[in-house]
């Protein structure tokens, strides 16, 4: 029998290429969509299905868990509940709810019709499944700008102009000095410039809001007009953060997370300044003194949670926040590597661009023995570790070395 042209190539076997495709968002699919010319009425519908979702809920009542359980497995999606909840025999469970983006619109839908338990349970169980994963579009909203650390990893340059700071305590005391430092920062690629005037190094003393200032004012006025940059002020004192967003400063970093001074989160809310909310254990002369937690991710997420609430509660607008987990503020080295591990999580959980400060830092030396003025491989290391896992913005000392580090992490990203 002959066989018509090509016919004998379609019947031989194929090696086809293939490959997996990453789909962490809504966008993702879309364009994995676009590029094989899927007709847009198909990428609308077809676009939740590609984008998996694992939701916890925590603590839930049996009756409540076997509710979600049976509704999820009916949609064709998966539930995982603790063992006691099929007799009940439990005071109460975890659930994992585990299906595509499509699933939970799909139990949204359904849980709204029944009790207003349910009701209110659906909208969060929809917000959270919804919330932005490590490549969705992330804004940090400043005065008169806007940075996109999603873009880019974000290069916040240290200007300690303090006697004591662990890494370069006195080298930049000198206002002169400091401004000199900041202006090389710049050209070397930082984004943001941190100006601070007390050091919280573990162990450190507090020092008086005038002292602050005389250190900090004289440098943030210096860079006005210098610098392209926006300036941060590392402070938890509201009277020198006043000052320096008098002097055009666009950013408080607030290692207390608006705590220390109630007078913090009113003033930044007035002033539509960027924040940066860090968590930390106990106080800077203590915070090393055997810290302890039961789960260090959960409750630096709890943390972030209440203190986001807070600060939008004075006033603060959810696009000028941005959070930062506090490595080495009151943490063991375990905690500190099981919250790098676990920074895309907690981007997730909260929808807002991560800062990350581990340049020099304490656990580099736990785990090289490198001495502070050797850690700048470890540095370059962590740095790149942690964009890649979900951090945007990086808090660092020797900007020109992470810069062309981080070209690297952000071409892969």
Not at 254 to 274: F, N, Q, T
Request: hydrophobic fraction near 45%; charged fraction near 25%.
């Amino acid at each position: 029998m002959m066989m018509k042209e090509g016919q004998e190539s379609l019947n031989q076997p194929v090696d086809p290429i293939m490959h997996r495709v990453e789909i962490l968002s809504i966008r993702d699919a879309e364009r994995e969509m676009s590029r094989i010319g899927t007709h847009p009425e198909g990428i609308s519908i077809m676009a939740p299905k590609a984008v998996f979702r694992i939701v916890k809920i925590h603590s839930l009542a049996p009756w409540q868990a076997n509710v979600l359980k049976q509704e999820m497995l009916s949609l064709g999606a998966e539930a995982a509940t603790a063992s006691g909840c099929v007799n009940c025999s439990c005071m109460a469970s975890d659930v994992l709810l585990m299906g595509t983006l499509a699933h939970f619109y799909r139990l949204a839908e359904k849980l709204k019709k029944q009790s207003p338990t349910f009701q209110t349970l659906a909208e969060k169980i929809l917000e959270v499944a919804r919330s932005p994963s490590m490549s969705e579009k992330y804004e940090w909203h400043l005065p008169g700008q806007v940075l996109r650390p999603d873009l880019r990893s974000i290069i916040m340059g240290i200007v300690n102009v303090t006697p004591d700071s662990f890494s370069d305590g006195g080298k930049y005391f000198d206002a002169a000095a400091a401004v000199e430092h900041a202006m090389r920062m710049e050209n070397d690629g930082a984004d943001i410039l941190d100006i601070g005037g007390e050091s919280s190094r573990p162990g450190s003393e507090s020092v008086s809001a005038d002292e602050e200032m005389r250190r900090v004012l004289p440098v943030i006025e210096s860079l006005r007009g210098k610098t392209r940059l926006p300036v941060s002020i590392d402070t938890t004192k509201a009277v020198v953060a006043a000052a320096a967003i008098e002097k055009g400063t666009a950013i408080v970093n607030d290692i207390s997370a608006l705590r220390h001074d109630p007078r913090m989160a009113s003033l930044c809310a007035e002033k539509k300044v960027g924040v940066v909310l860090m968590h930390m254990k106990g106080e800077p002369k203590t915070m090393q003194e055997n810290p302890v937690y039961e789960d260090v991710v959960e409750e630096v997420s709890d943390f972030f949670k209440e203190r986001m609430r807070a600060a939008m509660d004075a006033g603060i607008d959810r696009e000028a926040i941005v959070l930062d987990p506090g490595i080495g503020f009151g943490k063991a080295l375990e905690h500190n590597l099981a919250l790098m591990r676990s920074l895309g999580k907690l981007a997730a959980q909260h929808g807002r661009p991560l800062l990350l400060g581990v340049s020099r830092k304490s656990f580099i030396g736990a785990l090289t023995g490198a001495e502070i003025d050797e850690r700048l491989p470890g540095t370059l290391a962590a740095v790149v570790a942690c964009a890649l896992r979900g951090a945007s913005i990086l808090r660092v000392h020797d900007v020109a070395a992470c810069r062309a580090a981080l070209q690297i992490a952000d071409a892969l990203r």
